[in-house]
């Protein structure tokens, strides 16, 4: 289940600052793909974005912290690329599992977006009640796609049968059955047209109908392809980089993020801001983590 060689370590810390025990977050590399039907390469995402990672500033100009002073550790890779489909789901939960028992933020790194359902399961099966909010650019609702349930894109539909409460943001690419599920079930979304008049208020108030507890699931395809090109499927009309910032830190502010997923990179020779962003996002959400907890590990001096 683990691939030959281990992946870098995020950031390439100090030997401290990547200490498991010590590390109030953990990078789960899981590097699976199995469902991807249009641009494939997902499985390259983990890798590329932990590689770039050593390329982050670790100072902060917004938080105006060193992020990585909570501790940042990375785990080895989940690759159950071996097993049949259902059998490597379940290996997806199993080995989330564990670092969430610990108290651990986990922060998977993928991979195609099949891998959310079974980390959404392992969170459930921890934090009990929570809700998900999903940054995207298609609702992933089919309830089969290709002969397959467990598909890339039918991911929100999987979270959808564990009845959990859902928020869906940047929307802009939908199915006829997918739109008529939307309607009949009421479910939130924020389209991407939506995005340059979202206010802070409005958001809030979205995340209000979601429970105190949140998993944050993000794929890169959300942000407009003219930023960030190097994805399975870019879809235009995405978001921007630093109002999606804007709306992360509420999320953060407002509700318990109990873990969360970075899917769907697809390292392109020559496109290395993808994996760079995404790399940068990770950093940024674990950074929004910390002060929005009660007792932050840093001071602000």
Known sequence: MSRSSSPPHFADLARAERD???ARSVILPIPYE???????????????????????ELWDDELEIEISSQGIATLPYLDPQDERKADALDAIREGALEPMRDGKFVVALGGEHAITPPLVEAAKAIHGDIGVIQFDAHSDLRDSYEGSRHSHACAMRRILDLEL????????????????????????????RQLPSLTPEAFRAELDRLPESVYL??????????FLPATGTPVPGGGEW???????????????????????????????????????????????????EDEPRWSDG
């Open 34 to 56: 199995r469902t991807t039907c249009y641009m494939k390469g997902t499985a390259e995402g983990p890798r590329a974005i932990l590689e770039a990672s050593h390329h982050l």
């Open 165 to 192: 409460s859902t928020l869906a943001v940047g929307i802009r690419s939908i199915s006829t059955p997918e739109a008529q599920l939307i309607r009949d079930q009421e479910l939130p979304v924020i389209y991407g």
């Open 242 to 292: 630093y109002p999606t910032l804007a709306l992360l830190r509420e999320l953060f502010a407002s509700k318990r993020v109990v873990s969360m997923d970075i899917v769907e990179v697809r390292p392109t020779a020559g496109l290395h801001a993808t994996e760079f962003t995404a790399a940068s996002l990770a950093y940024k959400c674990m950074g929004y983590l910390a002060f929005g």
């Open 217 to 226: 699931t993000f794929d890169v395809d959300y942000f407009d392809p003219g």
């Open 20 to 22: 498991y025990d010590a």
